[in-house]
């Protein structure tokens, strides 16, 4: 354990924002996973409002810094060719 009291805060920090990260982590998931549960039950229009919320999800986790850009990207562009595919 730290003794010094910079130190001690700093653990405290790094505790807090994982817990934050990992809610948002887990936030992300969901919705990911709400889009690709409305494409294999082949509902379109729920498919599609899903995405919309799950791109906003998955965006704002990005401003945020949970993701990097690139990824960010990468998860949008799967979600959004998983639902364009479907017809």
């Given at each position: 354990m730290a003794n010094i009291k910079s130190a001690k805060k700093r653990i405290s920090v790094s505790r807090v924002r994982a817990e934050k990260n990992k809610?948002?982590?887990?936030?992300?998931?969901t919705a990911m996973k709400k889009v690709f549960t409305a494409v294999e039950s082949g509902d379109k229009a729920a498919a599609s409002a899903e995405l919309v919320s799950a791109i906003k999800v998955i965006e704002m986790a990005g401003s945020k810094g949970v993701y990097h850009k690139n990824n960010v990207a990468r998860k949008v562009s799967r979600i959004s060719k998983a639902v364009n595919e479907m017809a």
């Open positions: 809610a948002v982590r887990s936030g992300v998931k």
